[in-house]
């Protein structure tokens, strides 16, 4: 299974008492405009899981969990929902385990592969927060996602895609080695808004939504990636991926080559239950 370089950090500094959880982009689009990073991921957390209109007893998936973030605000906001966490890290999952269910919660944490997951019920709803890009296939994950939700079921998400815009052609392809290099694996990077929509409604999805909130992210940077440094002065120091990494993103959002996108889509009520396939 796999482990993320970027992650190695922010495991040692929640080891070392850190609270935060969330690991993903800010979101600033609220007054007032002035959070913190740490205030802007958990708008972005409160953001999509608002999205997904969570009620009493329903089964929720969040594919690719993280350390917890979204599971812990999902288990503080309300009552008697069974959540379910994957991931492909033993060492974040290690720490979910900290998560202690209130209120008549559950919370199951599973080690798996977002494309290839079991399971043994359907899900009302999915979560999947920055975590797409990372998958070897958007599309068998999403196919994964459809016969893993009931008819009727929600998935809601956001993913990073990128456009070439008007960023040189060598550039922008140094610019995606180095995020690679620090933050993959990124198997697919180059897709755009309705190829992502046109994705979803091939796997069946209804009422697709992709809403860009690419402006209102942006403002992350100012905390990832050091002021003044550029993403080629960060590569010419081989030693330090995460850098380059942290300030080639920075540079395609800056270029406009990057888009962040808040997705929602539905599985048709009228759709044919799948067999479930069991638990191995
Ligand atoms: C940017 S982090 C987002 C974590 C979390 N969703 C959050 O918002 O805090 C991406 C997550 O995707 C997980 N991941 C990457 N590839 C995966 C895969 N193939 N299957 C399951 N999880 C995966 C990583 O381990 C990591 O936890």
Redesign the pocket.
Known sequence: M???L??EPLLDAIRNGYPG????FGLWNCNPPNLTFSAA?EN??REVVSRLGITKGERVL?????????MKWINSHFTNVHITG????IQ?LEICKELVPIAGNSIDLRL????K?KHEQTFDKI?????MF???SRRE?LQRMYTALRPGGTFVG?DILFTRGNIPEGDFDDLIKTLQFGYG?WPQPELSVDELVAMLSCCGFIDVSCTEVTKETISTHEFTAPRGLAWDDATTKDSEPLLGAACALRTLHHQKALSYVLVSATRPVSSSAEPMELQV
């Open positions: 796999t482990e993320f970027y992650f959880r969330d690991v993903h991921q972005l957390t969040d594919l690719g969990c993280g350390v917890g973030g979204t994957i991931n492909s890290s974040q798996g592969d977002a494309c997951f979560v999947c927060l920055e975590a990372h998958f070897d994950c956001t694996p």
